[in-house]
């Protein structure tokens, strides 16, 4: 009995000694604490845009296009054509009220002369009338022929407001036409589709003699700017994030850092993923907190390019 009691204690120590030192360095690191088990990076998808994002252009007016004035990748500058309309209607309404104008401005001018004229004959039948007053109190005038001079007098002076109030309408109907002119104006500048500011004309989607519908993008343009990248991170690294932080950043797929920069912005809240989905219903439940990154240098970098954002904590 006691012999085999040493066996079996023999059997167990050489049992012990010949564990695998895997297994032990095993149950080494399972002790490690929380933050030594911590990563160093995190990495995020994003897409690289411009720094004030990219802008839809809208159709001030629907019509016809009539010509296109600029490309796919033209930089442009703020106020230049970019698109023209068939406005052929608006210019003839326009020629047409501007003819009305000028007919307007005769009419005052003539009229202009006619008041002229009457207060000249006014001004004259007067200085008849203060003449013949005093020849009636030496008896040389008759008091008739005074009293037909004074009738004379009221009749040019109904006559000389008469026409001082139609010279005023006159000037109102041009006020009219003018402003009439300007709005004619004004829906024909809407057939011009001009820049809305200095940048890159990024993909325009109208070809001449193409049907454009009011409000209906027709372009879409970067602002001049810097560009950045818009990032999303897991919502399970999401609270690791923090403005200040190195990022490098390559290509989907590719190890080799092809700009680097700093993340500038970190979202509030958490949302839905929104990066690279074709459908509302293809995001998934998982939420990610959306970052963006100024980049050092993008001459690497093209707009719209989907890129891994290596994110050192």
Request: include cysteine.
């Amino acid at each position: 009995m006691k012999n085999q009691i040493l066996v079996l204690a023999a059997i167990a120590i050489l049992s012990g000694c010949g564990r695998p030192e895997s297994e032990t360095n095993d149950n080494s690191q399972n002790t490690k604490t929380p933050a030594e088990n911590k990563a160093d990076l995190i990495v995020a998808v994003g897409k690289v845009e411009p720094e004030n994002e990219i802008v839809k252009l809208s159709a001030q007016s629907g019509g016809i296009v009539k010509s296109v004035i600029k490309k796919d990748g033209d930089k442009i500058s703020q106020g230049e054509l970019l698109v023209q309309l068939d406005d052929d209607v608006e210019q003839s309404k326009i020629n047409e009220i501007r003819m009305q104008i000028q007919s307007q401005r005769n009419q005052i001018e003539i009229e202009q002369s006619q008041l002229k004229e009457a207060e000249i004959n006014l001004s004259n039948k007067r200085a008849l009338f203060s003449k013949n007053k005093r020849l009636v109190e030496t008896g040389a005038e008759t008091q008739q022929g005074l009293d037909d001079l004074a009738t004379e007098i009221k009749v040019l002076e109904v006559s000389l407001e008469r026409l001082k109030a139609k010279i005023q309408f006159a000037i109102n109907k041009l006020n009219g036409l003018n402003a009439q002119l300007k709005t004619a104006e004004t829906e024909a500048e809407k057939k011009r589709f001009k820049a809305p500011d200095n940048g890159i004309l990024l993909d325009i989607t109208v070809n001449k003699g193409e049907s454009v519908n009011q409000y209906a993008t027709y372009a879409e343009f970067a602002p001049q700017g810097n560009l950045i990248v818009r990032a999303e991170v897991d919502e399970l690294f999401s609270s690791e994030v923090k403005v200040g932080q190195k990022v490098e950043i390559v290509f989907t797929g590719s190890d080799r850092v092809i700009a680097t920069g700093e993340v500038f912005m970190v979202s509030p809240y958490l949302k839905k993923k929104s990066l690279f989905s074709e459908k509302a219903n293809d995001q998934e439940d998982r939420r990610v907190r959306e970052i963006r990154i100024r980049i050092n240098d993008s001459s690497n970098l093209v707009i719209n390019s989907k890129v891994e954002c290596k994110i050192k904590l």
